[in-house]
């Protein structure tokens, strides 16, 4: 199993950033996928989890309405919109693979992309 991030970088806040997931080594619609991340001394924190079809999507609360969890199953790629960024949105974002065609843990994470917001 391989999962590569990519699309973090620096953003002022309110800014927007699109996250990237390619992944291989296994059928990847076959299984859920998810997005981590950890802030600067802090542990990891769920962000969002999307079902094996693309049809259910689920979000940690303070993401609502800001976050886009996407896939593309025919180019094996995991997504996440970002919008409205704000400084505690810093931190290192990880794509993980879930145990199943539907969120409820994960067995696999990716390197890690770095998103850092500030003016």
């Known amino acids: 199993v391989q999962l590569v991030e990519s699309g973090g970088g620096l953003v002022q806040p309110g800014g927007s950033l699109r996250l990237s997931c390619a992944a291989s080594g296994f059928t990847f619609d076959d299984y859920a996928m998810s997005w981590v991340r950890q802030a600067p001394g802090k542990g990891l924190e769920w962000v969002s989890a999307?079902?094996?079809?693309?049809?259910?999507?689920y979000y940690a609360e303070s993401m609502k309405g800001r976050f886009t969890i996407s896939r593309d199953n025919a180019k094996n790629t995991l997504y996440l919109q970002m919008n409205s960024l704000k400084s505690e949105d810093t931190a290192v974002y990880y794509c993980?693979?879930?145990?199943?065609?539907?969120?409820?843990?994960?067995?696999?994470w990716g390197k890690g992309t770095l998103v850092t917001v500030s003016s």
């Open positions: 999307i079902s094996w079809n693309g049809g259910s999507t």
């Open positions: 993980a693979k879930d145990r199943s065609s539907w969120p409820g843990g994960m067995d696999y």
